[in-house]
């Protein structure tokens, strides 16, 4: 093993063990760790025919003193049972779920990056419907998988805040499958990304397809705001994936920060009027957001041209203080793994 755990990106290394369980007759059978990191299935699966499969991402990290913990998985459990039910697939079941993630971090541990680098290992539970399916109707044999990563930064070049658009493409979810964590999600908004990478943006920013006035989310994380009074605000909508991350830091805002919180419907015209924007999910952490662009319209954010914005660096730094073991975190959001 030699890995520059400074430099990494937010790429795929190969770790020597994976962990799967099949579904079959019904039932989830007892699961192993596996060094083989292939998977064989008919040409005909349910998942390859009609993308019937979801997954779920969440972090594993090395404390200030030396402790290997994961950071909520029960809510991974749970959010993934939500996006199984939506996609007609067995749910996995959760304490289960919670026990093959740290299974599969300590079959890895070598590859939980040391404290002081900022990087973590990433951990990918995933399941998808295997037998062949070609009439359209769900499979009835499934596998549950969770291989990790070692990753770095998702977003390239530290602090400086992403530069996005607002697209002519509608919200990239298939209507109704918006707050589930799916695979066909995401195959929906490739074309907007690569064309927003093509135009000289980081990422895109999804209005409500139905009005196309309101703040959905962004491909893979969630907005929040700050407000020129200093309250942290974050688009209300059934359509956005309900992002842990997210939950987490509204919760830090008002109990560590003592700031004022609010969910609900974002305009799109009232985002000029904002102080600070940032996305946050698993992988993004807390992004500030520097400039937004409609057709036109360009949105420059006052505090975060040039780097985080005074809120975000608190509502940043307090989070990644929690997962890091430096600053007490509330009862049951670190789970330990050695
Ligand atoms: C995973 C994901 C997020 C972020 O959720 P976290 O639980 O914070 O990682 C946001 N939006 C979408 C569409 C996602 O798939």
Known sequence: MNIDWANLGFTYIKTPYRYISNYKDNKWDEGILSEDDTVKISEC????????????????????????????????AKRMADSAKRLEMPIFPEN????????????NIDYVPPYGYGATLYIRPYMFGSNPVIGVK??????FRIFTTPVGPYFKGGVKPLTIRVPDFDRAAPRGTGHIKAGLNYAMSLHAIVDAHNKGFDENMYLDPATRTKVE???????????????????????????????SLLYVAENYLGLK????EILFDEVKEFQECALCGTAAVLSP??????????????????????????????LTGIQMGRITPPDGWLW???
């Open 96 to 107: 289960r779920f919670i026990q093959a993630v740290i299974e599969t971090i300590k079959a």
């Open 289 to 318: 957001v520097g400039k937004i662009v409609y057709n036109s319209e360009e949105i420059n954010l006052p505090s975060g041209m040039q780097g985080m914005g005074e809120i975000t660096k608190k509502l940043y730094d307090t």
């Open 336 to 338: 330990k793994v050695e």
């Open 45 to 76: 699966a349910g998942v390859l025919q009609y993308a019937q499969t979801c997954f779920e991402g969440l972090k594993s990290y090395r404390t200030v003193n030396n402790e290997v913990v994961c950071f909520r998985p029960d809510l991974n």
């Open 261 to 264: 919180t609010q969910e609900r």
């Open 217 to 247: 989310e962004t491909g893979g994380a969630n907005f929040i705001f700050v407000t020129k009074d200093n309250t942290v605000v974050t688009p209300k909508s059934n359509s956005i994936l309900p992002s842990i991350t997210r939950r």
């Open 138 to 143: 769900p499979a009835n044999e499934y596998q």
